[in-house]
T-cell receptor, first 114, second 112 residues
Framework: KQEVTQIPAALSVPEGENLVLNCSFTDSAIYNLQWFRQDPGKGLTSLLLIQSSQREQTSGRLNASLDKSSGRSTLYIAASQPGDSATYLCAVYEIKAAGNKLTFGGGTRVLVKP | DGGITQSPKYLFRKEGQNVTLSCEQNLNHDAMYWYRQDPGQGLRLIYYSQIVNDFQKGDIAEGYSVSREKKESFPLTVTSAQKNPTAFYLC???????????FGPGTRLLVL
């Protein structure tokens, strides 16, 4: 059974510092991996999607890398801003005979202090 | 204005009561999903539907029921059999296949 772990569970940094968020998964036979942002009491917004054949994806200040063989992904947020304060979740998509499935990690709660 | 709507934003359930959470999408997506999120945790799949009139159990379906009579709608009923229903419930939809899922704003269910 796939398990997705995000460490640390919470992170506090001063504004301007780069953020590094980690995600690990136990079964490397994934189809893709996604990073989501969740603001308090809100739904999820997709940030980046990396296909299993890709090594990284970039969008503005965000860069996500994927090392499928070691079961790891890292989300980098450059020059953090107070508006980046949120919870970040990673999720892996698997295609299985029993049904396709998205499995989420527990999230990393980020606070960027002005 | 396309998107996913969930109602109500807050819902209170009395002991032994069934309650229904609404989820509607106008994105013309075939697949729809219900997740439960507990504080400080990730999302766990309750039920999903790949097509109208068909749905499958997720990891934590016990105590919940769904229907998919229309493409746009995927209501979730929390039955009295669900002994610990207090949580944040998120609905999502996606096109067929391994595409990103689009999430609604969520419904917070509290027990009186």
């Amino acid at each position: 059974k796939q398990e997705v772990t995000q460490i640390p569970a919470a992170l506090s940094v001063p504004e301007g510092e780069n953020l590094v968020l980690n995600c690990s998964f136990t079964d490397s036979a994934i189809y893709n991996l996604q990073w989501f942002r969740q603001d308090p009491g809100k739904g999820l917004t997709s940030l980046l999607l990396i296909q299993s054949s890709q090594r990284e994806q970039t969008s503005g200040r965000l860069n996500a890398s994927l090392d499928k063989s070691s079961g790891r992904s890292t989300l980098y947020i450059a020059a953090s801003q107070p508006g980046d304060s949120a919870t970040y979740l990673c999720a892996v998509y698997e295609i299985k005979a029993a049904g396709n499935k998205l499995t989420f990690g527990g999230g990393t709660r980020v606070l960027v202090k002005p | 204005d396309g998107g996913i709507t969930q109602s109500p934003k807050y819902l209170f359930r009395k002991e032994g009561q069934n309650v229904t959470l609404s989820c509607e999408q106008n994105l013309n997506h075939d697949a729809m999903y219900w997740y439960r999120q507990d504080p400080g945790q990730g999302l766990r799949l309750i039920y999903y539907s790949q097509i109208v009139n068909d749905f499958q159990k997720g990891d934590i379906a016990e105590g919940y029921s769904v229907s998919r009579e229309k493409k746009e709608s995927f209501p979730l009923t929390v039955t009295s059999a669900q002994k610990n229903p207090t949580a944040f419930y998120l609905c999502a939809s996606s096109p067929q296949g391994p595409r990103t899922q689009y999430f609604g704003p969520g419904t917070r269910l509290l027990v009186l």
